[in-house]
């Protein structure tokens, strides 16, 4: 079976579930429905589960969301809720409709 490549992807490092853990998933999710539609791959790792995968991305706060495809690796820390921030950190450029 043929592992499917995606365009973006995506690992989000929380630490349990904290308001902000799941605000930055929700609004991780909204984005890249919006702007990535089947074209991405998102990562959930809880730091609480697994602290040892912290070290390999080096996340020293979390939520941190890390992209891993495409290079250059980018990573954007806090709950995501800014989204001209988070779509220029992801390098999405959101098609804006003149009108």
Known sequence: METKKYKYELRL????????????????????????????KIEVIDLLIKPQLAEGDQIFAVPTLVRKVPEPIRKIIGDLSNEEKVLVGLNIRPTIANG
């Open 13 to 40: 490092y929380i630490a349990g579930k904290t308001a902000k853990s799941q605000t930055a998933l929700h609004n991780l999710q909204k984005y890249c429905e919006e702007y990535l539609e089947g074209e991405y």
